[in-house]
C-alpha cells in the first residue's frame, strides 16, 4: 500500500508509534524515518528493516526538525507521508495541574504537530501530493476528568487539520490532512492502570475490550495509503465505539 513512499513517524520508538513504523515499512515503503528522543528505544530497526531509519529529534526544536526535512528532501527529492504521533500527558484535576504541565503538553502535543507540519507541508505542496495524518484522541472530541491540557492538544489538532485540507489544496495540490481518534488502546501509557479502571473502560466499550495498536496503526497505513485518496479533513474514530 505504501510501495516506494518516504515516510516519516513521529514518536516512532514504542507504542502506536513502532506499529505504524513497522506496518508501513512492511507494507512496501521506500524509506520509513522513524523520529522520536529515545533512539536507543529504536536501535532494533536497524536489524529488522532495511527500509526504516532511526533519527533522534525533538518535534518543539524547529531548527533540528528544519535541519532534518532538508536533508530528507536532499536526499529523496519528496516527502509522501507524515504521521504527526508524537504525544505526552501530563494528567491532573484542573485546580491541581501546574503551569509546566499544561506548557509541556501543549508544547508537545499541539505545537510539536504545527512544527513538524510546517516544515514538511512545502515539500509535499511542491511536489503536488502527500498525506498528513495526525493522532487526535475520543479526548478530543468528547473530554476527559483530569485531562484539560490533553484534551485541549487532541480538539486542536483536529481544527488544525480540518484548516490544512483546505489551505494545502489551494493550488491544485493532491495533498490531504485526516486524523486519527483513538478509543481505549492497549499501550505504554495504559499498562500501568489499576484492573478496576480497565474493566470499567472495557465495559464503557460496545466492542467489550481494548483496542490494540496494530488496530489504530491500519487506521494510520489507510488514510496515509493512495486507498484513502479522496479522503481529506476527516477524523477517524477507532474506538470500538467507546464515543458514538
Not at 520508538?13 to 523520529?35: D, S
Not at 509535499?124 to 485541549?152: K, L, P, R
Not at 474493566?199 to 496494530?214: D, F, Q
Request: proline share 2%.
Amino acid at each position: 500500500m505504501l510501495k516506494d513512499k518516504i515516510c516519516i513517524v513521529t514518536g516512532g520508538a514504542q507504542g502506536i508509534g513502532r506499529c505504524i513504523v513497522e506496518e508501513f515499512a512492511t507494507e512496501g515503503a521506500a524509506k520509513v524515518f522513524a523520529c522520536d528522543m529515545k533512539l536507543d528505544a529504536m536501535a532494533d530497526y536497524k536489524d529488522k528493516f532495511a527500509n526504516v531509519e532511526s533519527i533522534e529529534l525533538n518535534v518543539c526544536d524547529r531548527d533540528a526538525i528544519s535541519d532534518f526535512v532538508s536533508g530528507v528532501k536532499d536526499r529523496f527529492g519528496r516527502i509522501d507521508v507524515l504521521v504527526n504521533n508524537a504525544g505526552i500527558t501530563r494528567d491532573n484535576l484542573l485546580a491541581k495541574m501546574s503551569e509546566q504541565d499544561w506548557d509541556m503538553v501543549l508544547d508537545v502535543n499541539l505545537k510539536g504537530v504545527f512544527n513538524m507540519t510546517q516544515y514538511v507541508s512545502p515539500v509535499m505542496i511542491e511536489n503536488g501530493a502527500g498525506s498528513i495524518v495526525t493522532m487526535s484522541s475520543v479526548v478530543g472530541t468528547d473530554g476527559n476528568i483530569g485531562q484539560t491540557n490533553y484534551a485541549a492538544t487532541k480538539a486542536g489538532v483536529i481544527a488544525m487539520t480540518k484548516s490544512w485540507a483546505k489551505e494545502f489544496t489551494r493550488k491544485g495540490a493532491q495533498v490531504r490532512a485526516n486524523c486519527v481518534a483513538p478509543g481505549f488502546i492497549r499501550t505504554p501509557m495504559t499498562k500501568d492502570l489499576p484492573e478496576k479502571v480497565i474493566a470499567y473502560m472495557e465495559s464503557k466499550t460496545p466492542l467489550g475490550h481494548m483496542g490494540e495498536a496494530e488496530d489504530i496503526a491500519q487506521a494510520v497505513l489507510f488514510l496515509a495509503s493512495d486507498r484513502a485518496r479522496f479522503i481529506t479533513g476527516q477524523l477517524l474514530k477507532v474506538d470500538g465505539g467507546l464515543v458514538i
